[in-house]
Structures are given as structure tokens and as C-alpha cells.
């Protein structure tokens, strides 16, 4: 079921742009995700261990494989069409794994070998549930080292309404001022990917994959608040934003 590398590389890149609609800072967000990982991770002797969650096609553990040349990355994501362009386009990045975060045996399946330096995620775990939050949380405080990483990057609303509303206008005006919404949207890319002939085997596969607890019915949209006390709760005992643009923020939670 191999793709070609053309192929791969064709719908990565319109993968790139059509992120950018939603996350219009999505480069800087890497970027602050890499410099709190290579913070964390300095002075470190052996090899870094990293996790990627909700990886998709591999677009932040490439990046974060340039950065961090030495570290060893796992992506995790349930997507096995995106997996499939990860392991093809970037596939010197990370060992790519497709398992359900949350679901029972998740963690046995990334295989891990040693405790985690960081467990990072863009634009991922708004997907899950609190109750699937609360399990995942809990389970990164365990497979994290004393004093290693969680970051995530994702679109949180405030508690207020209005705040919301205004963090999210914020968000799109700068979207309208760098014209990202000319990009197409999720909803074109999916249909896109559906008219080539080389990715209808993956997307067969996707569609027979049954939704899973936690992940049902898209976007569970959490508020900021809820993720930080959940990361709370799960044992990270320093747990604050480092960056923000609008709705979008990079969370940091150390254990
Ligand atoms: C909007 S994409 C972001 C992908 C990538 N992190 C990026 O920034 O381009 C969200 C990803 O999360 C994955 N995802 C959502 N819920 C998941 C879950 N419970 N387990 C594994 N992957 C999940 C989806 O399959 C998808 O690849």
C-alpha cells in the first residue's frame, strides 16, 4: 500500500496551508514548543525521548526533529491515511504509531523504552472528552520524568463568554490580514484526498476505523481553564501558559 513520495509530499503541503486557516500562527507555535522542549531537555546526556500526540501527517515531529536532532520521537495519531503521509514524507522525523489516546492500552502500544522528556501536541487534544483528558493527563504524569514536559498548542477558549469572543475576533482578524482563509478548508482538503486514486486503499481503512470513546462527534472544546486544571489534577504541580494569540495557546505542564 506504499505511497509515492510525490504523492506524499503534494498532500502534506496542502495539508500545511489548510491548517493555516485555523491556526494562522501555527509556525511561531512550533517554534515556542521547540524552544520550551530544547529548554527542558539541555544539558541532558542521553537521548531525549519525545512523544508526539495526535501527530497527523508528522507536521510538528518533523519540525521538532530538526531542532532537536538528537532526541528519539514517537507520533502517535489514529489516522491511518495521515500516518501513512507522516511515514512517507517525514519518515526519518519519528517512529510513527496508530493507537486510539485514551483508549485502553494506548500508552502499552507506543512502546516506549524509557520515561518521556516531553509529550508535546498542536491542534489535538481539543478532540478528546474531559473524562478522556483526565485519563490521558494522568497518564503522561506517569510516563513523564520527574521534571520532564507536557506542551500542548491548541485552540482553548476563555471561561467568559465575551473574552472567548474577543480572543477568537482577535485570532481572525489576523487570519484576514495574512489572508489565510483563501486556504482551503478541512471539509476540501477530505474531499480532495477522496478523488485520488492513490490514497483510496487509506481512506477505505479510515472510514472502516469505528469512532472511539473520547474522540465522538469532533471537537470536544474545552475551556483553557479546564485543561490547566485537569494537567492539575493528574499530578503536574507547575502548570501556566508561556504564549498566546487570540484563542490559541501553548500550555506548559511540568512534573
Ligand atoms: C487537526 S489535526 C492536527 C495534526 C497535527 N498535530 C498538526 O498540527 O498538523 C488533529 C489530529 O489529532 C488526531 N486525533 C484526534 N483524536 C485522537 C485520538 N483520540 N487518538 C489519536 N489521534 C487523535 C486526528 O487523527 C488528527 O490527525
Redesign the pocket.
Known amino acids: 500500500m506504499g505511497l509515492s513520495l510525490a504523492t506524499a509530499e503534494k498532500w502534506v503541503e496542502r495539508?500545511?496551508l489548510q491548517?493555516q486557516r485555523?491556526?494562522v500562527d501555527?509556525e511561531d507555535r512550533?517554534t515556542v514548543i521547540a524552544d520550551v522542549v530544547e529548554h527542558i531537555t539541555a544539558g541532558r546526556t542521553d537521548r531525549p525521548l519525545i512523544l508526539?500526540?495526535?501527530?497527523?501527517?508528522?507536521?510538528?515531529a518533523a519540525r521538532l526533529a530538526r531542532r532537536l536532532p538528537d532526541a528519539d520521537m514517537v507520533a502517535?495519531?489514529?489516522?491511518p491515511l495521515?500516518l501513512e503521509l507522516a511515514r512517507t514524507h517525514h519518515a526519518d522525523a519519528a517512529r510513527y504509531v496508530e493507537?486510539?489516546?485514551?483508549?485502553d492500552g494506548?500508552t502499552q502500544a507506543l512502546g516506549l523504552d524509557r520515561p518521556l522528556d516531553a509529550a508535546v501536541?498542536?491542534?489535538?487534544?481539543h478532540?478528546?472528552s474531559a473524562d478522556?483528558l483526565h485519563r490521558v493527563y494522568g497518564h503522561l504524569a506517569v510516563l513523564l520524568r520527574t521534571g520532564g514536559v507536557l506542551v500542548n498548542?491548541d485552540h482553548l477558549p476563555q471561561d467568559d463568554a465575551v473574552l472567548a469572543e474577543v480572543a477568537g475576533c482577535v485570532g481572525r482578524r489576523r487570519a484576514e490580514r495574512q489572508r489565510a482563509l483563501a486556504h482551503e478548508d478541512?471539509g476540501s482538503w477530505w474531499a480532495a484526498v477522496g478523488e485520488d486514486p492513490e490514497l483510496a486503499d487509506l481512506l477505505a481503512e479510515r472510514r472502516s476505523r469505528q469512532p472511539?470513546t473520547?474522540?465522538v462527534g469532533g471537537a470536544a472544546r474545552l475551556a483553557l481553564s479546564d485543561h490547566v486544571r485537569l494537567m492539575r489534577r493528574a499530578g503536574f504541580e507547575r502548570v501556566g501558559v508561556v504564549w498566546q494569540y487570540g484563542d490559541s495557546h501553548v500550555v506548559v505542564a511540568i512534573r
Open positions: 495539508w500545511e491548517q485555523y491556526a501555527r512550533f508526539d500526540l495526535g501527530c497527523g501527517p508528522g507536521s510538528l502517535v495519531d489514529r489516522d495521515l493507537a486510539v489516546i485514551g483508549e494506548w501536541s498542536t491542534t489535538a487534544l478532540y478528546l478522556a498548542g478541512w472511539s473520547g474522540t
